[in-house]
């Protein structure tokens, strides 16, 4: 008989994060254990007692689930926990810092049912925060020129790096936005935009919008008034509005949360997975088909 499923949860922030206690416990983890101010240099204990508990033939029943709301910090975490493994003596870890990699994962596959995004002009509102950052990385991976938006140009600048660091090739280029027309012009001959800016937070206001006829697709990541894109409601789901096709909020999201749990599930497939951007975006994939 299998041992039951044990999700380790690991959170950068001093709560550990309660949605993602949630969606792992819908997602069939049998026990949760929950740690918070975790960082590189108290994770190794909680690392060895997952890795040395079980033998190597139940090491798929252990898991661990890296978050907190910096991507910064939790990639850190996770570079310390991969240190932490070796040879057979090691289990499947997520890394969801924010949620950054399931939403992000959930935008661009909407994105690249609409538009080809092989050599296409993509913008990302905002992308330095964790899921614009990822939503660049996940785009420029895909063949796009990427423009990676910020109302501070240093902070775009750092985001273009950090990619260009993991993908040399990556085309992207960071751009000022600090008002609606630096923003117009961010968009301008691009074919989609992705708006991950805070909640609560307006990016793309409909004026500066109207200067941008030649946009296909709109995707706002924000659920909170005042939205990220006028014009575009939470629930919408590729509806037409004013030429182009656009997602609300909630109309990615219901993808981001099927990512989510089948990421989980995931984990205990083999205890020798990590599960990043990349593999959570080909999941993704895989449950589009
Ligand atoms: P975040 O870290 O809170 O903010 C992202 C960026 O927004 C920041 O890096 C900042 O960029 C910009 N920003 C912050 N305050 C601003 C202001 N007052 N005016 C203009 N820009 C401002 O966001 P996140 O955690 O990456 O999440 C992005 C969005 O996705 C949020 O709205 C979040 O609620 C949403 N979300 C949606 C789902 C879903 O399933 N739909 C899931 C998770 C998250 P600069 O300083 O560089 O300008």
Redesign the pocket.
Known sequence: MSKPKILIQLDTDSHPSTFDAVVAVDAGVDHLFQYGGVTPENVEGLVHGAMFTRGPGDLHQTAIFIGG?SVEAGERLLERVRKCFFGPMRVSVLFDA???N??AA??VLAAAKHVSLEGATATVL????????RAARLLAARGAQVRV????IA??EAVCNAIRSRQPAAKLTPVQ?SGADETASALRGASLVIA??????E?LSAEARNQVPELKLAID????PPL?IAGIQPPDKAVERDGAICYG??G??GT??KIHRAAIERLFASNDQILDAEEVFTLGESLAK
Not at 126 to 133: E, K, L, M, N, S
Not at 149 to 152: E, I, K, L, V
Not at 196 to 201: I, K, L, N, T
Request: proline share 2%; no cysteine.
């Open positions: 709301s924010n949620g950054a399931t939403t959930a935008a905002a992308g330095t925060g964790p899921v614009g950052q938006a910020s109302r501070a902070k775009a936005t991950a800016g805070a909640a609560g937070v990016l990541l924000n659920a909170v990220g909020a909630l990615v999201g981001k949360m």
